[in-house]
């Protein structure tokens, strides 16, 4: 059975760090592409971030780059996602997700975990 579990959110003042981690079971991490999306209340689950199988690529949501840092560990079977400059509007449930291929839509993910919840005071 495959399980993806996320952590490391939290509550932090604008401008602060926080970094997430979410780990794999059950699937042969390395094959998968994995990436982060996240949700705000009342809104559309958006694109945060992918990274490659080998690590080597990376692509961003426009709202995210020169802050946020993806990267992942195949030895852990473990993705990273570090938050920095963190914003009010940064505020959702942040989900990591497994994938085949290379994609930025939520449908081209077949892995979810269950999402860690991050939040950003003014």
């Known amino acids: 059975q495959v399980q993806l579990a996320e952590s490391g959110g939290g509550l932090v003042q604008a401008g602060g760090s926080l970094r997430l981690s979410c780990v794999r079971s059950g699937l042969t991490f390395s094959s998968y592409y994995m990436g982060w999306f996240r949700q705000a209340p009342g809104k559309e689950r958006e694109f945060v971030a992918v990274?490659?199988?080998?690590?080597?690529?990376?692509d961003y949501a426009d709202s995210v780059k020169g802050r946020f840092t993806i990267s992942r560990d195949n030895a852990k079977n473990t993705v990273y996602l570090q938050m920095n400059s963190l914003k009010p509007e940064d505020t959702a449930v942040y989900y990591c997700?497994?994938?085949?291929?290379?994609?930025?839509?939520?449908?081209?993910?077949?892995?979810w975990g269950q999402g860690t919840q991050v939040t950003v005071s003014s």
């Open positions: 997700a497994a994938a085949l291929a290379w994609g930025g839509r939520p449908g081209d993910y077949d892995y």
């Open positions: 990274i490659s199988r080998a690590g080597v690529r990376t």
